[in-house]
């Protein structure tokens, strides 16, 4: 089986970085996805690792390292829409199949 | 563009009534995907389908039946509703031609079961 964990909430600052942690245990890694979900919208793709490192896309980045069972999801300059849930998800060899954390609700104030 | 397209967007049932839930896409993906979502679970599987007419069981298959008779299309299916299938119900699909093989996702149906 799978365990992904994440924090439930976190609060933020306009203009601050912050830094969405997750940690898995899975049986056959096969790529990490990271998913933005604003509150009663879907759930839309951010990031995406597979090789240990970080990528950078604007003002998110994601970082993984595969062991220690880690990713992180990393948001610059915040900005008041970045208030929404984040969701890790990790994909396993055993089919294409996406096992979802139960992802962090991130509030941003002025 | 569409994407991925889920009706209806709300529904209130009795305990066991029957419903469908349906799911198009319009991107040509081969993968197709029913979630549940429930305040503090995240996304769990239900079932998903790796193309036309195959289906499989995900992690909480149990009350859901689903059928892909058509590429773009992915039925969910409550024979007779509980009050523990109340959730939000996400469809995705995903193609593995990208190697990422990112799921694109629905709006989401609220289900109410009474």
């Known amino acids: 089986g799978q365990n992904i964990d994440q924090p439930t909430e976190m609060t933020a600052t306009e203009g601050a970085i912050v830094q969405i942690n997750c940690t898995y245990q899975?049986?056959?890694?096969?790529?990490l996805f990271w998913y933005q979900q604003h509150a009663g919208e879907a759930p839309t793709f951010l990031s995406y690792?597979?090789?240990?490192g970080l990528e950078e896309k604007g003002r998110f980045s994601s970082f993984l390292s595969r062991s220690k069972g880690y990713s992180y999801l990393l948001l610059k300059e915040l900005q008041m829409k970045d208030s929404a849930s984040y969701l890790c998800?990790?994909?396993?060899?055993?089919?294409?199949?996406?096992?979802f954390g139960g992802g962090t609700r991130l509030m941003v104030k002025p | 563009n569409a994407g991925v397209t889920q009706t209806p967007k709300f529904r209130v049932l009795k305990t066991g009534q029957s419903m469908t839930l349906l799911c198009a896409q319009d991107?040509?993906?081969?993968?197709m995907y029913w979630y549940r979502q429930d305040p503090g679970m995240g996304l769990r599987l239900i079932h998903y389908?790796?193309?036309?007419?195959?289906?499989a069981k995900g992690e909480v298959p149990d009350g859901y039946n689903v059928s892909r008779l058509k590429k773009q299309n992915f039925l969910l299916g409550l024979e007779s509703a509980a009050p523990s299938q109340t959730s939000v119900y996400f469809c995705a699909s995903g193609d593995w031609t990208l190697a990422k093989n990112i799921q694109y996702f629905g709006a989401g149906t609220r289900l109410s079961v009474l």
């Open positions: 690792n597979v090789l240990d």
């Open positions: 998800a990790v994909r396993s060899n055993a089919g294409n199949m996406l096992t």
């Open positions: 991107m040509n993906h081969e993968y």
């Open positions: 899975t049986s056959g890694f096969n790529g």
């Open positions: 389908s790796v193309g036309e007419g195959t289906t």
